[in-house]
């Protein structure tokens, strides 16, 4: 069982940036495949980044070059730099940990577990 606890949003001008991070309980955090989630109201929940292990990390088309996903096994958190923030980066982002990663990054049932979710609001 993983605990997956967000924090890091809030409300943010348009041009600006925020940090989220995601805290994850468990001895065995390195073994899990992350990812970052959001949604929107009236929308359905839609990949944003994801961070295999150490190395590989994938990105949605919309957040590419202004997003970085990162991750500290030391201190079970990942984290989700977003930079240039747009008003349509406003939405609850969740993060999520995959135990058994097939390859399915940026599909939602690839994901065992997931955080209560944070709120991003860009404002103009």
């Known amino acids: 069982q993983v605990q997956l606890v967000e924090s890091g949003g809030g409300l943010v001008q348009a041009g600006g940036s925020l940090r989220l991070s995601c805290a994850a309980s468990?001895?065995?955090?390195?073994?899990?495949?992350m990812g970052w989630f959001r949604q929107a109201p009236g929308t359905e929940r839609q990949f944003v980044a994801a961070?295999?292990?150490?190395?590989?990390?994938y990105y949605a088309n919309s957040v590419k070059g202004r997003f970085t996903i990162s991750r500290d096994n030391a201190k079970n958190t990942v984290y989700l730099q977003m930079n240039s923030l747009k008003l349509e980066d406003t939405a609850v982002y969740y993060c999520?940990?995959?135990?058994?990663?097939?390859?399915?990054?940026?599909?939602?049932?690839?994901?065992?577990?997931w955080g209560q979710g944070t709120q991003v609001t860009v404002s103009s």
């Open positions: 961070i295999v292990w150490s190395a590989s990390t």
């Open positions: 468990g001895r065995t955090f390195s073994a899990y495949a």
């Open positions: 999520a940990a995959a135990r058994y990663y097939s390859g399915r990054y940026s599909s939602s049932d690839e994901y065992d577990y």
